[in-house]
């Protein structure tokens, strides 16, 4: 079986440098940290209103990327502000994902079989650029088709309802699950690389792991807060730990940290 790829999250190194409107912490600083403690590459979302990330900091995480030769993943809206910036700073790959002023988070996926006939343009600009294409999505198969036929490269599913379903003992829980285990086995039977994440933790990260589909989790807030009480380092080496036996044996219990 193939292996598991980690992309680290660090919007929310910004967030707690922000709220002081200080230098520190230095986002750039727990990316270099991250990819030197199991991260194989680097996710960090341009916010149409800049509430975490910055523009230098995205620009400082791409002269990362390319001295150490490690992927940055740049999630952002589909507008043409944001397409101008990533195809000035040339990130390996963006994640297209909708957005709205007032959420607190991303909230479900983007709508590409609505969106077809905007996405197509764009996705074809951005990858003639030689930048892949990731579309964040709900596990849907209308879904994971338009995105075939926008020209995607690689979905990535949302697994946030699932793990929320989980923590809250609900019962639709094990549906949420199959519908992730379908999607994953339709988006790589057509042709797309197959990356999940949103609201991952430890104790649902192995059954999405161990999918032979998924080529990449992108894990971010939870690995940020569990570092307040046991340091980044720790953190995204014991999510490593539990990603890497999921996918070997197929386990999903808890590695002793």
Known sequence: MTSLRLGVNIDHVATIRN?????YPDPVRAAELALGCGADGITAHL???????????IAQL????????SPLNLEMAMTPEMEAKALTCRPHAVCLVPERREEVTTEGGLDVAGQQD???????????????????????????EASRLVGADVVELHTGAWCLAV?????????RFQALKSAAFEASGRGLEVHAGHGLDYDTVGRIAALPEIAELNIGHFLIG????????HSIGRMRKLMDQARST????????
């Open 62 to 69: 791409a002269e990362l990327s390319r001295r150490r030769g």
């Open 250 to 257: 197929g386990a999903t219990s808890e590695v002793a940290a």
């Open 118 to 144: 905007r996405l197509a343009p764009a996705v074809s600009r951005l990858r003639a650029a030689g930048i892949r294409v990731s579309l964040f999505i709900e596990p849907d198969l209308r879904q994971i």
């Open 167 to 175: 923590r809250e003992r609900k019962v639709e829980a094990e549906a």
């Open 47 to 57: 916010r149409e209103d800049r509430r975490h990330i910055s523009d230098h900091d």
């Open 226 to 233: 569990e570092a307040i009480f046991v340091g980044l380092g």
């Open 19 to 23: 709220a002081r409107g200080e230098g």
